[in-house]
């Protein structure tokens, strides 16, 4: 199922703004219906989140870009989602040893 820009942003408390800039640095890749709105999967949700929590540990959106891209796509199980987390998690470490 998809969802408008405007349903995501309600969801993660993120303006369609900063939603639209993370489509241009790659993090959301939205479909456009035939009307040229963007269409998201529900997935999204998750994945606005895991970028909303990742911006507070400190770490930017290429980086963050980098990380999600290891996994394929979309990220929707808990297990899945427990990779990512694992992934950076390690790299905090890494950043705290620095």
Do not use: H
Request: net charge positive; with cysteine; proline share 3%.
């Amino acid at each position: 199922q998809e969802i408008s820009i405007r349903f995501l942003a309600r969801r993660t408390g993120i303006a369609a703004s900063a939603l639209r800039y993370y489509e241009t640095r790659g993090l959301l890749k939205p479909q456009r219906n035939r009307a040229g709105q963007r269409r998201y999967p529900r997935s999204d949700i998750r994945r606005v989140s895991i970028v909303i929590i990742a911006q507070k540990c400190g770490f930017r959106l290429r980086d963050i870009k980098k990380l999600l891209a290891l996994y394929a796509e979309p990220i929707a199980n808990a297990a899945e989602w427990a990779l990512v987390s694992q992934a950076m998690r390690a790299e905090l470490n890494r950043k705290i040893q620095q």
